[in-house]
T-cell receptor, first 116, second 114 residues
């Protein structure tokens, strides 16, 4: 049971390049989400999914796309990277969509992204 | 507009003493509060939570207090241990939300020294 895994751990991009941050979980969780953490800031929700085929925007969705074709995977795509997207990205999953989801959210180890 | 605020970016405490981490919130709809702990190069891990129907929740060395009228909560760690050194995030949720979405504070770096 690997929990939530994220790849890559670290990535450097040039402005305008595209890339996909991978996230996978093996706990059969319905709910998955992406957060970004910037220096001096808390985690901010980018996109989330409540099940395969269902996604929605969070607090800071601009510049990011997501899809959820399987229960296990929830990739985050940057179509045209910008320096403002330099951040640490965390994927999380949960077994519950309810208000208590926060208690059971499991976070991945993060992907550190630098956009030059 | 930060709805969850942790105004102390850092806290340094001697081993064995009490650590008190504070958190304020502005949204009166928040009724569920959580603390997460984060070590370097790892994702946050859930620590303890409290519902707005309570004013205290305890789990071993960790106790969370909630003052709804002041929109303030605090995390007490007694006794503090060097292994508690980490960043602590306060988070809040509105149970009326269909998402159970979390709003995070900026975090407090706790350092426990021997």
């Amino acid at each position: 049971n690997a929990g939530v895994t994220q790849t890559p751990k670290f990535q450097v991009l040039k402005t305008g390049q595209s890339m996909t941050l991978q996230c996978a979980q093996d706990m059969n969780h319905e709910y998955m989400s992406w957060y970004r953490q910037d220096p001096g800031m808390g985690l901010r929700l980018i996109h989330y999914s409540v099940g395969a085929g269902i996604t929605d925007q969070g607090e800071v969705p601009n510049g990011y796309n997501v899809s959820r074709s399987t229960t296990e995977d929830f990739p985050l795509r940057l179509l045209s990277a910008a320096p403002s997207q330099t951040s640490v990205y965390f994927c999380a999953s949960s077994s519950s969509r309810s208000w208590a989801a926060g208690e059971t959210q499991y976070f991945g180890p993060g992907t550190r992204l630098l956009v030059l | 507009d930060q709805q969850v605020k942790q105004n102390s970016p850092s806290l340094s405490v001697q081993e064995g003493r009490i650590s008190i981490l504070n958190c304020d919130y502005t949204n009166s709809m928040f009724d569920y509060f959580l603390w997460y702990k984060k070590y370097p190069a790892e994702g946050p891990t859930f620590l303890i939570s409290i519902s707005s129907i309570k004013d205290k929740n305890e789990d071993g060395r960790f106790t969370v207090f909630l003052n709804k009228s002041a929109k303030h909560l605090s995390l007490h760690i007694v006794p503090s241990q060097p292994g508690d050194s980490a960043v602590y995030f306060c988070a809040a949720s509105d149970r009326g939300s269909t998402l159970g979405r979390l709003y995070f504070g900026r975090g407090t770096q706790l350092t426990v020294w021997p």
